[in-house]
């Protein structure tokens, strides 16, 4: 069965570095979303992207964040300048057609700022 | 979203009971819902959706409930397993391309032998 993978698995940096998180969804898919979760919270939306721009994003995703799809099978999120509450598992999930369907999540990127 | 009173965040149950986990939705404009579970380390694994036009779904020992009137939604699972033991999530979507689910707080549920 077709999966989204994320890379790395654990990622571990210093307060002010910048981190890229990586992400390859399901290849026919053509929506693509990033979601948060911090230790013991619920999942939380925090952009998603479609047709190279983004459709919608969460108050969560401020001037420090941001997406690109810079080929044809991956899509990043850069967190420019990490504080430490960027500390959390993050999600990269993929659909085929935008809305009502399920999202097929990958297996996340703990981020832990130090 | 969840609202007090309708969300516990764990059940225990023993095996072969069934499990009736709760959630309640916030947006009357949601039209599509569906339930996740999370085991640990893992991200979120579809179960079963449902859409605004239905009011149950049964899926492989899995069943989910809609009442729009309260809005609220539940998952009923059959013969509960060991295996079943993770978090609960259930997430509302609206009808609009691009529109992100939005995650309900979670319920543990521990299955027992």
């Known amino acids: 069965e077709p999966e989204v993978t994320q890379t790395p698995s654990h990622q571990v940096t210093q307060m002010g570095q910048e981190v890229i998180l990586r992400c390859v969804p399901i290849s026919n898919h053509l929506y693509f979303y990033w979601y948060r979760q911090i230790l013991g919270q619920k999942v939380e939306f925090l952009v998603s992207?479609?047709?190279?721009?983004?459709?919608?994003k969460s108050e969560i995703f401020d001037d420090q964040f941001s997406v690109e799809r810079p080929d044809g099978s991956n899509f990043t999120l850069k967190i420019r300048s990490t504080k430490l509450e960027d500390s959390a598992m993050y999600f990269c999930?993929?659909?085929?057609?935008?809305?009502?369907?399920?999202?097929?999540f990958g297996s996340g990127t703990q981020l832990s700022v130090l | 979203g969840e609202s007090v009173g309708l969300h516990l965040p764990t059940l225990s149950v023993q095996e072969g009971d069934n499990s009736i986990i709760n959630c309640a939705y916030s947006?009357?404009?949601?039209?599509?819902f569906i339930w996740y579970k999370q085991e640990s380390g893992k991200g979120p694994q579809f179960i079963i959706d449902i859409r605004s036009n239905m009011d149950k779904r049964q899926g492989q020992r899995v069943t989910v409930l809609l009442n729009k009137t309260v809005k609220h939604l539940s998952l009923q699972i059959a013969a509960t397993q060991p295996g079943d033991s993770a978090v609960y999530f259930c997430a509302e979507g609206a009808n609009q391309a691009g529109t992100a689910l939005i995650f309900g707080k979670g319920t543990t549920l521990s299955v027992s032998s």
């Open positions: 992207f479609y047709n190279n721009e983004i459709s919608e």
């Open positions: 999930a993929s659909g085929p057609r935008g809305h009502n369907e399920k999202l097929f």
């Open positions: 947006n009357s404009a949601s039209d599509y």
